[in-house]
């Protein structure tokens, strides 16, 4: 009978925790290219050296922090029971095969309670800054854009509450130019109190909003034939290799555009930017003008006429900027008679002379001939966003977003996940999803310094000592 192998789950033997971990593995280039003596000086005002028993190494509940978001394990809990077998993690940990690993309540605790709250945002930037050290990072395109991340919220229990409107970014700045133009044209100006007040700086007004019972700082979020959820998300800014610049989460409620300054401002302000690339939903008059009063080029795509298709087309009315009027496309003026709180101009047309025209149903007047046409006071910055985007490089540009920040998405999602979250409330949402993006920098920048190092040893191999030199052939 064939001889079977003996049982060798129980047998006693030495064996040397290196040599069994790879050379190539992703936490070995992890630890090539990281430092951590700046975390100890960081943390050591929030631990006591003198008082009983000492504490858990900080640096091992970062590290495994970086496990559980390096590996898409979805809890804590999970990634101290795959700590527990896993060799290439205990080396990374410092840890010993018959050690014990610190529990993931003491990973929690530290993070909720006894690190302080800008922790994950100093290590997203180091990380970020070792990237640009490195010269990986070129932040001269940015792309900018959300995602939604699923809120640990039951979307069955909520309750409809009347909240306060919030002021917009620009709203000051607005007003101030609204009131020159109806200054100019004899109109009373319209009080600044609802934005500019003190006292009130929500901006005046309420709306009803669905706020959850589980998770209020979630928001309910719908979006075509997607089901109702409780929801946030993470407006992400990258470069064009792929490192994630920026990050400002929100509520799943909260427009785009409503997010963008925060974002925008952090980004712009860290890094020399000349192009921002960003999807339909931040093609705004503000967003427009600030880029541009910003010196940088907006990339922004076509969207497509929703007006009425019977009429004349809002490209066919030719604007005078001397005049400050409209020319239809049958010859009428259109003059500037008012400008709403809005930022919207109204040009209306003269009754007499259009009472007869023929093509007024195409034209939208009314039965007395007159025809109103509104523009925003912003206007001329969307037609040249307009002009940028019809122009090769801006397409090319446009072109990479599926190459970086939909690809930061999917990565994010499928390799990292980051497709729902189990915290609850905004501050630690915000931490768990830095935590994630510095993560994903990390990775990209220990893949990129070992490939960098890796090709170099070959070319050192290969290379003759005499090609040190140059050598000149007439």
């Known amino acids: 009978m064939e001889q079977w192998r003996k049982d060798a789950r129980s047998e006693a033997i030495i064996v040397d925790l290196e040599a069994l971990v790879p050379q190539d593995h992703l936490l070995r280039k992890i630890e090539k290219v990281m430092d951590y003596e700046w975390l100890y000086e960081r943390l050591d005002p929030y631990y006591c050296h003198d008082n009983g028993r000492p504490g858990t190494d900080p640096v091992v509940l970062i590290k495994m922090v970086l496990i559980q978001h390096l590996f898409g394990i979805p809890s804590l809990r999970q990634t101290h029971q795959r700590i527990q077998d896993t060799l290439s993690y205990r080396w990374f940990l410092g840890y010993g095969l018959l050690d014990e690993i610190p529990h993931f309540a003491t990973v929690s605790y530290a993070f909720c309670k006894r690190f302080p709250e800008e922790l994950a945002a100093e290590i997203f930037e180091h990380i970020l800054n070792k990237a640009l050290n490195n010269r990986m990072v070129d932040p001269s395109i940015i792309f900018i854009d959300g995602t939604h991340i699923k809120a640990s919220a039951n979307k069955k229990k909520f309750q409809k509450e009347q909240v306060a409107k919030a002021a917009k970014v620009y709203s000051g700045q607005l007003r101030r130019e609204v009131n020159a133009e109806r200054e100019a044209l004899g109109k009373k100006p319209i009080e600044e109190d609802d934005d500019n007040d003190p006292q009130n700086p929500t901006g005046g007004g309420t709306t009803e909003k669905t706020v959850s019972s589980t998770d209020p700082d979630s928001g309910m979020f719908v979006k075509g034939e997607h089901e109702r959820q409780f929801a946030y998300e993470a407006h992400t800014a990258c470069d064009s290799r792929g490192f994630v610049l920026g990050v400002e989460v929100t509520a799943g409620n909260v427009h785009d555009s409503v997010a963008w300054d925060n974002l925008y401002d952090n980004v712009t302000h860290k890094h020399t930017v000349q192009f921002v690339t960003m999807d339909a939903g931040y093609k705004t008059p503000w967003i427009a003008k600030k880029t541009l009063d910003d010196g940088k080029v907006p990339v922004l795509p076509y969207t497509r006429y929703n007006g009425n298709q019977d009429r004349y087309k809002p490209w066919e009315y030719t604007y005078d900027s001397i005049n400050d009027t409209y020319t239809c496309p049958r010859g009428g003026i259109l003059r500037h008679t008012t400008t709403d709180r809005d930022g919207k101009r109204t040009y209306r047309s003269t009754p007499k002379e259009c009472v007869n025209c023929p093509c007024k149903a195409k034209c939208g007047a009314n039965e007395k001939g007159q025809k109103l046409y ?79 190092s890796f090709f170099s040893q070959i070319l050192l191999i290969f290379t003759p000592k005499y090609a040190k030199t140059p050598v000149f052939v007439r």
């Open 374 to 452: 509104t523009a925003h006071i912003w206007q001329e910055y969307l037609d040249l966003v307009e002009q940028i985007r019809k122009t090769q490089r801006a397409r090319d540009i446009y072109a990479q977003r599926k190459e970086t920040i939909e690809r930061v998405f999917a990565d994010a999602k499928e390799k990292h996940a980051m497709r729902y979250t189990h915290h609850r409330g905004l501050a630690a949402v915000t931490r768990w999803v830095r935590l994630k993006y510095a993560a994903m920098n990390l990775k990209k920048l220990a893949n990129w310094s070992w490939n960098n």
